[in-house]
């Protein structure tokens, strides 16, 4: 069996609170989320290339852009990924309910089958 290492995704550094380029140590590739090249995997020298690109910087200028809102969407996914978690646990258990359920019936209908039936009239 093969192991197949996927690449880091690239994530720009904090620097005084503004977004700085800064090239990672860089072992299985790397994604840039910049969407200049889509699922593009870079190697050390190649995304020193591309962090100099017009559309990269225009992506890091965005993001130092929009930090307020970057702030309000991590907010929302906390709470989306919170009320997922209380989602799931009802179903869980709704699911162990029904489990339950269909054992006890499962087991019933076993019983029943198993059960010798005979002419109570022709006991002597």
């Not at 005084?16 to 889509?38: A, E, F, L, T």
């Not at 890091?60 to 996914?77: G, R």
Request: proline share 3%; glycine share 2%; charged share 20%.
């Amino acid at each position: 069996m093969d192991l197949s290492l996927t690449p880091d995704t690239y994530v720009p550094m904090l620097n005084n609170g503004n977004y700085v380029d800064k090239v990672p140590n860089i072992q299985n590739g790397i994604y840039c989320p910049c969407g200049s090249r889509h699922n593009k995997v870079y190697n050390h020298q190649t995304f020193t290339s591309h962090i100099r690109t017009k559309h990269h910087q225009k992506w890091l200028q965005e993001m130092n852009e929009n930090k307020a809102n970057h702030y309000i969407e991590v907010l929302k996914y906390k709470e989306l990924v919170e009320n997922q978690k209380i989602i799931i646990n009802k179903l869980e258990t709704q699911l162990q309910t029904k489990i339950l359920t269909i054992d006890y019936l499962t087991q019933q209908l076993y019983d029943k089958q198993n059960v010798t039936t005979c002419d109570l009239l022709e006991i002597e």
